[in-house]
RNA sequence: GCGAGAGUGGCGGAAUUGGCAGACGCGCCAGCCUUAGGAGCUGGUGUCUUCGGACGUGGGGGUUCGAGUCCCCCCUCUCGCACCA
């Protein structure tokens, strides 16, 4: 008998026998009724883990064990997500390319997670930066930019001054670099974009298809999407030929149109002041804008800034002559970039009206009050019964909108439209370990596709890598850069930029599912065997920003009937993050806790469960600041009493005739009280089957683990007064499979030492007996004007009239009776009785 | 400002449809055991108490025989978006 878990000769055991035997290999193409897809968000192999990489390890892998024990197909696989700043900036660092970085990396992350005893099909793996993963980026970026869904332009972009790269939208977070905090600026480049503007109604309405998503993370989707409904109308500007759209949700509100403002960049106020003597000042205004950071520009506590053009638009409705004006709180891309502005009703327009003494119409009548234009300092922007607007006066606010736009169709004036916050996603980056973008620039054909056939275009190795602030990177590899135009033949130039490292992670889960494939991504057969994903997890804060992608890129692989399902991932568990001292772990800020100390102290089943028993998956993790010994006076220990506990109660040999467990008391010695004890210990363990069962269900590992621990501590009370015997085995055999999927290390060990000849992780779940679960008495509450006078054990099928006659004759109860009858009595079989006196 | 979520012992957290608040664990207290140890085992541990009980889930009000749970108002915190027209 061994008293003591040793975590690292049994980890080490498994750790290879599992590996050898392939014992999480899953089939091409699985039986449809039983298959199950559970994947987990592929990891940026830096450095090494630290614990708050194994919550999401552990909480993932419970999951897949658990549902593998109830007989299904489980795919569980395994990538990289190779390509990115990090092994750019650590390889700059060393001088040494980021290959030999990033390989290491995985090398390190994958023997951890092989430790943690994590169940993956490695067989599956791969990582991004593979040409042969690589190419199928570029193949896709081929296949949008022929349905026009890629497409470069010269745009405003965020430039972060510290990455020397641009950033996507999702990327710039209040204004800073997501990645290292600088903060950004904008730039004027051209750069590739993917139209997923063109899937926002898609992406918006299809999320009720995810319907195992939480409330928080569909609306995290639906704000950054941000559609608004109202209306498009036109206004002529003087000196400008052709109609300038606004888009308002207010339409009602046209006739308190004032004035009108151009977002500081927008091309028409320039051609506005052209050859008058505001050119001179329209320059400096714009430079003063542009200076400012995004930070100061949206800051609503800053005065708007803004400049008289000189110049005049028309109302079309009144054929009112309004002013035109440049405003830096009017945003170049949203909307159309310029608005019509009522300063009565909305308060940023009434801000700059009072700075600029504006005029100011109320066109919206309160419910219960009047708004004076002259003195009004809070807009109205609510509803009300219009006013002040010709031909609709006095309408009220429920059809105002609706009937304003009808009218301005038939007039010819404008249209019904929306409009999203979401914005095209920018994809180029100027730096250099990513995939290359397949196009060539010809000076006579423009921009030129790589033909299929040459594709991967394979990252230059030979190159100076440093970002120069300039161009990307590849530009200084010459022989590189410079190829024969595929289309002519003449001299041209390979693009220079790298992809979002995000275009990987859009589709490598369909990748899982055909990993060697070199003739497409995937095959559809493949990707319709196993999709889609079963269940997902991942961290919350990809919300806006990978499940947004990989979203829009299922769509357009469903449009090119390249898959069946309109949504790769229908059920999401989002985790919290963990932090130390209430700040993300993070090797810079000193504040991490090396998983592999972790492992080394206490194995990874401890580990594991002091993640799971934390409290519910999605909720955050602050780390005790004592580090990694919490985990030793928490669930090491625990550990080390199920272990003595499976020691001490060696297999019997009555488990081998085949019914020994089935009889209520097996035992049968005639000692008082050892039959009721055994069967209560049975009922124990049969309850326990059940609850701990829908705790896994639910992912409520935390309550999962404190069953297992009130079992084991029944377990020892039991053992205390009576000898072994069946019942024992029968609850460590059944706990041990209930733990197995948290804890594999341990159960596997013990599975093994009580003569299983096969893995307690391809054993079945454990099936209770409805009989022996069920309540066998119940605790009945006697309560007297709402308050519990008394409790009396009952048995659950007692009768109302029985349950009156207790709650009566009660010695406890009398005394509050003040010796009349109740007046109401209330029943509530079999657990509560409430009498009203 | 808008949207979402959350406030329960010293701490992490439990609590079917409204039905014994505080499961389980940490910490703390007491005891046992012991080659006296940061090991193991047992018991206790919301607050107050005249030992009968009373009070208690951010605050205030309400519905109900009964509210952590439902409704209204307020406060605080977290997250997201934010000059989005």
Redesign the pocket.
């Known amino acids: 008998m061994e008293r003591e878990y040793d975590h690292k000769t049994v980890e080490e055991r498994w750790m290879k026998e599992w590996i050898r035997g392939k014992y999480w290999a899953a089939p091409d193409f699985p039986d449809p009724a039983k298959k199950r897809y559970i994947l987990t968000m592929y990891p940026y192999p830096s450095g090494d883990m630290h614990v708050g990489h194994t919550e999401i390890f552990a909480i993932h892998d419970s999951i897949a064990r658990f549902v593998r024990m109830h007989g299904y197909q489980v795919l569980n696989p395994l990538g990289f997500d190779a390509f990115g700043l990090p092994a750019e900036n650590a390889a700059i660092k060393r001088g040494s390319p980021p290959k030999e970085w990033t390989d290491s990396n995985i090398a390190i992350w994958r023997s951890s997670a092989e430790r943690l005893g994590c169940s993956f099909d490695w067989d599956r793996m791969f990582a991004t930066c593979d040409p042969e993963y690589y190419r199928w980026n570029q193949w896709f970026f081929l296949r949008f930019y022929e349905r026009g869904l890629a497409y470069r332009k010269e745009a405003g972009a965020w430039w972060c001054p510290k990455d020397k790269t641009v950033l996507a939208n999702e990327q710039v977070?209040?204004g800073r670099c997501e990645r290292c905090d600088s903060i950004v600026v904008k730039r004027y480049l051209a750069q590739w974009f993917f139209k997923i503007t063109d899937y926002a109604d898609r992406l918006l309405d299809d999320l009720v298809l995810n319907t195992g998503w939480s409330?928080?993370l569909k609306?995290?989707q639906r704000?950054?999407i941000?559609r608004?409904y109202?209306a498009e109308i036109d206004f002529s500007l003087e000196g400008i030929e052709e109609p300038v759209t606004?888009?308002?949700?207010?339409p009602d509100t046209l006739w308190g149109a004032t004035f009108f403002v151009l977002?500081p960049e927008h091309p028409l106020a320039e051609r506005l002041v052209s050859g008058t003597n505001k050119e001179a000042q329209l320059r400096e205004f714009k430079q003063q804008v542009e200076t400012m950071t995004e930070i100061d520009?949206?800051?609503?506590d800053?005065p708007?800034?803004g400049m008289f053009l000189g110049k005049y638009a028309t109302n079309p409705v009144n054929g009112e002559k309004i002013p035109i004006w440049v405003g830096?709180?009017?945003?170049?891309d949203?909307?159309?970039?310029a608005?019509?502005a009522?300063p009565a009703h909305?308060q940023?327009d009434l801000?700059f009206a009072r700075r600029y003494n504006l005029p100011v119409r109320v066109v919206i009548s309160p419910p219960d009050h009047e708004l004076d234009a002259a003195t009004m300092k809070e807009s109205w922007p609510h509803e009300g019964a219009m006013t002040n607007s010709g031909p609709f006066d006095g309408t009220p606010a429920s059809e105002s909108i609706d009937r304003v736009i009808e009218w301005l169709e038939a007039e010819g004036m404008g249209r019904r439209a929306k409009?999203f916050?979401l914005r095209d996603w920018l994809i180029s980056r100027q730096r250099y370990w990513g995939t290359p973008i397949p196009i060539i620039h010809c000076p006579r054909c423009g921009e030129v596709q790589v033909p299929d056939d040459q594709l991967p275009v394979v990252l230059p190795e030979v190159v100076d890598f440093r970002p120069t602030g300039e161009a990307s990177p590849l530009a200084t590899a010459h022989e590189w850069v410079e190829v024969a135009c595929p289309a002519c033949g003449g001299p041209a130039r390979r693009d220079t930029d790298t992809m979002d490292t995000f275009v990987d992670s859009s589709w490598y889960f369909h990748r899982f599912l055909d990993p060697h494939n070199d003739e497409e991504p995937f095959a559809r057969a493949r990707s319709d065997a196993w999709m889609p994903t079963d269940q997902y997890t991942g961290g919350?804060e990809h919300a806006?920003g990978h499940l947004i992608y990989a979203r829009f890129f299922q769509k357009i692989m469903m449009d090119m009937g390249m898959v069946r399902d309109p949504e790769p991932y229908p059920n999401m568990l989002n985790h919290g993050v963990v932090t130390m001292g209430g700040k993300k772990m993070s090797k810079s800020r000193g504040n991490i806790v090396e998983a592999g100390t972790a492992l080394d102290l206490y194995g990874a089943d401890a580990l594991r469960l002091y993640m799971l028993?934390?409290?519910?998956p999605e909720?955050?993790i602050?780390w005790p600041e004592?580090g990694v010994?919490a985990i030793?006076?928490?669930t090491f220990?625990?550990l080390?009493?199920v272990w003595?506990l499976c020691e001490q109660h060696q297999r019997s040999p009555e488990l081998d005739s085949a019914d020994a467990t089935a009889q209520p008391s097996p035992d049968g010695s005639n000692q008082d009280g050892a039959d009721a004890a055994i069967l209560e210990l049975r009922r124990h363990i049969h309850r326990t089957i059940k609850v701990v069962t829908k705790d896994y269900e639910q992912f409520?590992f935390?309550?999962a683990?404190?069953r297992l621990?009130?079992l084991v501590?029944h377990a020892?009370?039991y053992q205390?007064e009576w000898p072994g015997g069946p019942v024992l085995d029968e609850l460590i055999e059944t706990l041990l499979r209930l733990l197995a999927p948290m804890a594999p290390y341990l159960t596997e060990e013990q599975w093994h030492r009580r003569g299983h000849e096969t893995s307690i992780h391809k054993e079945s779940w454990p099936d209770f007996d409805p009989a022996l679960a069920a309540e066998l008495e119940v605790?009945m509450?006697i309560?007297v004007?709402?308050?519990?006078r008394d409790?009396v054990p009952v048995p659950p099928d007692i009768a109302e009239a029985e349950m009156k006659q207790l709650a009566l004759t009660s010695d406890?109860v009398r005394p509050y009776l003040d010796g009349g009858e109740p007046t109401?009595i209330?029943v509530?079989p079999p657990?509560?009785i409430?009498l009203?006196v």
């Open positions: 977070v209040a409330e928080r609306t995290l704000n950054w941000g608004s109202g606004v888009f308002t949700t207010r977002a520009r949206s800051s609503t800053r708007k800034e830096d709180y009017v945003l170049m949203y909307g159309t970039g608005i019509m009522v909305d940023r801000d409009t916050r919350i806006v028993f934390f409290g519910p909720q955050p602050d004592e010994t030793g006076r928490v220990p625990w080390q009493r003595r409520s935390n309550t683990i404190a621990m009130e501590n020892y009370r205390s605790t509450v309560q004007n709402g308050k519990v409790t406890k109401k209330i509530r657990k509560l409430s009203v």
